[in-house]
C-alpha cells in the first residue's frame, strides 16, 4: 500500500471519540493520533508554528505555515474527532481496523472518519508535507486548523477564532469540511458534482411544553398537556416556513440545467428564469430533499409524557428540530413557531440555538476571488465535474470563522457516491485509495496556486 495511505489508516484505527462533556472524553486516543502526525510529518512539525489554544481548547491543533506574504492568509480546517459507534450498526467491516476492501471501484480503506474527517486532515497533511519535501514556501500565510470537538460543538474551532483575531489575522478564506465531489448527487446527471457550500443553515433546536394537573388517567378533562401539545405539534406541521430560494441554489440549478436530459434540462432552464416564488414551491413539492433546499425546515424529534400509562401527564413536552435558512435568523423562527402554535399555554423556548451563515461570495472580481480558485483547481483535479455552490443543510466547525472572515467555503476533495455519503455518521464509511490520493493532489495544487 502507498506509505501516504498507511498513514491514514494509522490514524483511523485510533477511536477519537468526543463526548459533549469534556470530562468524559477520553484524552489518550487524541494523544496516540498527535503522536502519529509528529511520526508521519516531520517537516510539518519542524517548520511550522504550533500555537498552543492552551486549556480553551487543549486537544485542538493550530499551526501557521508562513508564507511569503501575510496579507491573504488562508485557513484551511479539518476536525480530529469521529462519532462512535453504535454497536448495533452493521459494519461490514470494523469500525476501527482501517482494512482495506477490495470494491468494484478498487481499493477503500474502511472505518469511521475516512470521509468524516480524517480523509481530509491526513490529506492536508500529507499535501504540506510534500510541499515542504519540495521546499515550496507558500504565495500566502497558510493556517491549519484542527479541532478536536466539531461532533459535540465543543470550543476547539471558537477557540481558534479568538487567536487568531487576537493576532489581527483576518483571513482571506477558509476551507472546511462540507461538500465534496459527489456522484449520482442529481438524478438524470451523470456527471459528478463538486458542490463547495458557500453557507450553512442554523441547527436550532426549540421546546415546546405544556404543563397541568396531572392525574388519574381513569378521569381525564379535556384539552390536557398532551392534547394541547399534539394540536401545537399538528399546528406546526400545517404550517411550514416561507418558502425562500437563495442565490447559492439558484446558481446551482443553473450550473446543473446543462447537463440535465433535454426534457429536464428545457424544465430547469425555464425554471431559474421563473419567478423565485414558483421555482420555490416547485422545488417543494418535489419532495423533501429538495424543500429543505428552499426553506427552513421543521420537525418534533424528541417527545415526553407520563412516567407510566395510567398516569395523566403533568407535563408534556416536544422538541422541534429546526434548519434556519440563510437570510432568516432564530428570533423570526421563534416567532413563526409562536405564531403557528397559537397557544398562550404551550411554552416555546429555545434549547440550542445556531444562526444561519452569511452567504459567501461565488461570483468576486478576479482579484478577491477565492471561490474562482477553488473552481479552477477543482476543474484541474476533477476535470470531469461540474462545480457549484450550494446551501449546507448540516453544521460544520467553520460557521464560527465568519466572525472573522466573509469568505468560508465548505468541500472536501474527495469524490463519493450516494451510497458513501450516506456512511457519513452511519456505517460502512469508506474511502476509495485513488479518491484520497487523488484528494492529496488537490490541496497540492491549491496550495501552489494560492
Ligand atoms: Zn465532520
Redesign the pocket.
Known amino acids: 500500500m502507498h506509505p501516504d495511505v498507511e498513514v491514514l489508516r494509522a490514524t483511523i484505527r485510533v477511536p477519537t471519540v468526543a463526548e459533549r462533556d469534556p470530562a468524559l472524553t477520553d484524552p489518550a486516543p487524541f494523544e496516540q493520533l498527535h503522536a502519529l502526525l509528529a511520526e508521519h510529518f516531520p517537516l510539518l512539525h519542524e517548520r511550522l508554528e504550533r500555537v498552543d489554544l492552551g486549556e480553551a481548547a487543549p486537544r485542538a491543533l493550530l499551526w501557521r505555515w508562513a508564507g511569503t506574504s501575510s496579507d491573504r492568509p488562508v485557513v484551511l480546517m479539518a ?1 480530529q474527532d469521529v462519532v462512535p459507534v453504535t454497536p448495533d450498526d452493521p459494519w461490514t467491516h470494523p469500525a476501527f481496523a482501517a482494512d482495506v476492501v477490495e470494491t468494484p471501484e478498487g481499493p477503500a480503506i474502511w472505518g469511521r472518519g475516512t470521509l ?2 480524517k480523509g481530509q486532515l491526513v490529506a492536508i497533511c500529507t499535501a504540506v508535507e510534500r510541499l515542504l519535501a519540495d521546499g515550496l514556501t507558500p504565495a500566502q500565510d497558510v493556517w491549519l486548523s484542527f479541532g478536536a470537538d ?2 459535540v460543538s465543543g470550543p476547539s474551532a471558537p477557540a481558534a477564532v479568538d487567536e487568531l483575531r487576537r493576532r489581527g489575522v483576518e483571513p482571506w478564506f477558509v476551507l472546511d ?1 462540507g461538500g465534496a465531489v459527489a456522484g449520482q448527487a442529481f438524478p438524470g446527471v451523470g456527471a459528478p458534482v463538486a458542490v463547495v457550500g458557500a453557507t450553512e443553515k442554523g441547527t436550532t433546536t426549540l421546546s415546546l411544553t405544556v404543563t397541568g394537573r396531572g392525574g388519574h388517567s381513569s378521569t381525564p378533562a379535556p384539552k390536557g398537556p398532551t392534547a394541547r401539545l399534539g394540536r401545537a405539534l399538528w399546528r406546526l406541521d400545517q404550517k411550514q416556513f416561507p418558502v425562500n430560494v437563495p442565490g447559492p441554489t439558484i446558481d446551482l440549478l443553473r450550473r446543473l440545467a446543462g447537463h440535465l436530459p433535454l426534457p429536464l434540462r428545457a424544465l430547469l432552464t425555464g425554471a431559474t428564469r421563473t419567478p423565485p416564488g414558483v421555482l420555490g414551491r416547485a422545488l417543494v413539492a418535489a419532495g423533501p430533499e429538495t424543500a429543505a433546499m428552499v426553506r427552513t425546515t421543521m420537525v418534533a424529534t424528541t417527545l415526553s409524557g407520563a412516567p407510566a400509562h395510567n398516569v395523566i401527564a403533568a407535563r408534556a413536552r416536544a422538541e422541534v428540530n429546526l434548519r434556519i435558512m440563510p437570510g432568516e435568523s432564530v428570533a423570526s423562527a421563534l416567532d413563526h413557531v409562536r405564531d403557528a402554535v397559537d397557544d398562550q399555554q404551550v411554552a416555546v423556548d429555545v434549547v440550542e440555538a445556531n444562526e444561519p451563515s452569511p452567504l459567501s461570495p461565488t461570483t468576486e472580481p478576479e482579484a478577491l476571488g477565492a471561490f474562482a480558485l477553488l473552481e479552477r483547481t477543482i476543474a484541474d483535479v476533477f476535470p470531469d465535474a461540474i462545480v457549484t455552490p450550494y446551501v449546507m443543510m448540516a453544521g ?1 466547525d467553520s460557521r464560527f470563522f465568519c466572525d472573522i472572515c466573509p469568505r468560508v467555503y465548505r468541500f472536501a476533495s474527495l469524490r463519493m457516491s450516494k451510497e458513501q455519503r450516506a456512511s457519513i455518521h452511519s456505517f460502512d464509511e469508506h474511502v476509495h485509495v485513488a479518491a484520497w490520493l487523488e484528494g492529496v493532489d488537490w490541496y497540492v495544487a491549491l496550495l501552489r496556486s494560492l
Open positions: 476536525h468524516d474527517d466539531e461532533e469540511e460544520t
